[in-house]
């Protein structure tokens, strides 16, 4: 089967491997649509580090079940599937194999990751209905993932909140604040304005831009010192130093009132600044919502993914704005230029839609590993 594969930072290309074989426990996906996910992108960039390179990436991910082990439960032939969690890796890939976990499953097995928590070989999994497009099935992921941080550590209702950045996760978290968490207003702090406006629409009350407003910013959290903010929510990955520039960071702690909350959900290896003498005046608290499933289990990351399938499904939330492109899965140029500038321009997502897959056999259940093929 073809796949794309990082064979370092800044080198992605497709290969030939593999079918992966389907073992007991596991499932065949044929995959449908995969979104690339900045966390994809900082692998691409090395701002995160895998185990050992190669890596397939992709994990915003919808496929259609062909084959099921015969311990699988809750999973039937020709299901589409939507997963959270097992592995930021090997969606964007003709086929892939996981351990699908549904709400109110038990049979969690963890393991140790060598990047400091303990991950589950199961993947919190729900049956997508044939009416959601693939493309915007995919983002069934990322909002399980806000949906694990935001109501691990809420907002009160009633709350000012401002998100940093305005990313396709933190805007879907704009919504979330807006629209279900009852927050009082949502202040915005990015850098593009196409972003900025699209944050406006979601609900955002306020909102200002880094580059070209960062006085006013900084005359803003002067004026509204320790009296602004109860709620912080940092969208951000890696940020680069700005040279005399403000921290961004330290501004919204600034905004925060004595005992406010700082939750981090944007994620990179590389170190932050991070102001501690913010914390220590002010009181504040830092939150996370952690990867380790002994802390936060895949079973109840399997009921946020429930409850982000539902709430695109309805159109509480709306995720088609956030695709700002689609690629076919046999365009490499296109592929490699979309991991290349990754945000470019205020690009926001982009998805693979795979148009023709390699025909396997229909194997409705399997009683033993099924090995691989070429």
């Known amino acids: 089967m ?24 596991e499932v065949l996906l044929q995959t449908e649509a995969v ?31 062909v084959r099921v082990g015969s311990r699988v439960t809750g999973v039937e032939w020709g299901d589409r599937l939507v997963y959270w969690g097992q592995t930021d890796f090997d969606g964007l890939a003709e086929y892939r194999v996981i351990r699908p976990l549904l709400p109110n499953q038990p049979g969690q097995t963890i393991w140790y990751t060598e990047r400091n928590f303990y991950d589950s070989h199961q993947a919190a999994a729900v049956v997508v209905p044939d009416g959601l497009a693939s493309g915007l099935a995919t983002m069934v992921e990322p909002l399980t993932s806000i949906l694990r941080c935001l109501l691990v550590n809420p907002p009160k209702p009633g709350d000012v ?83 005399e520039g403000p921290d961004v960071r330290s501004l919204a702690m600034g905004l925060l009132k004595p005992g406010g909350e700082y939750v981090f959900y944007g994620a990179t290896m590389l170190p932050q600044p991070v102001s501690t003498w913010h914390v220590l005046a ?64 205020g690009g926001l997502k982009t998805s693979i839609v795979f148009e023709h897959a390699l025909e396997l056999p229909s194997v409705p259940r399997v009683d033993a590993v099924v090995t691989g093929v070429g």
């Open 282 to 345: 002010k009181g504040l608290h830092l939150r996370a919502t952690p990867f380790d499933v002994r802390a936060f289990p895949m079973t109840r990351s399997a009921h946020c993914a429930r409850t982000a399938l539902a709430l695109i499904s309805q159109g509480v939330v709306e995720v088609e704005p956030l695709i700002t492109r689609t690629l076919s899965f046999d365009d490499d140029g296109g592929v490699r230029d979309a991991f290349e500038n990754y945000g470019a321009d």
């Open 35 to 65: 979104s690339i996910c900045s966390t994809d992108v900082s692998y691409y960039r090395g701002h995160l580090e895998p185990a050992r390179w190669p890596i397939t990436p992709g994990h915003e991910y919808v496929g259609r079940v």
């Open 161 to 243: 909140c401002v998100v940093l950045g305005c990313g396709p996760s933190a805007l879907l978290a704009v919504q979330l604040l807006s629209r279900v968490l009852g927050a009082a207003r949502v202040l915005v702090i990015e850098q593009d304005a196409r972003r900025i406006a699209l944050a406006r629409r979601f609900g955002a009350d306020s909102s200002f831009n880094i580059v070209t407003q960062a006085s006013e910013l900084v005359e803003f959290v002067r004026e509204h010192h320790d009296s602004f903010a109860d709620y912080v929510l940092d969208a951000l990955p890696h940020v680069a130093p700005r040279g």
């Open 2 to 25: 073809r796949a794309y594969q990082i064979e370092r930072p800044g080198k992605i290309d497709p290969v030939s491997i593999s079918v992966p074989p389907c073992g007991e426990d």
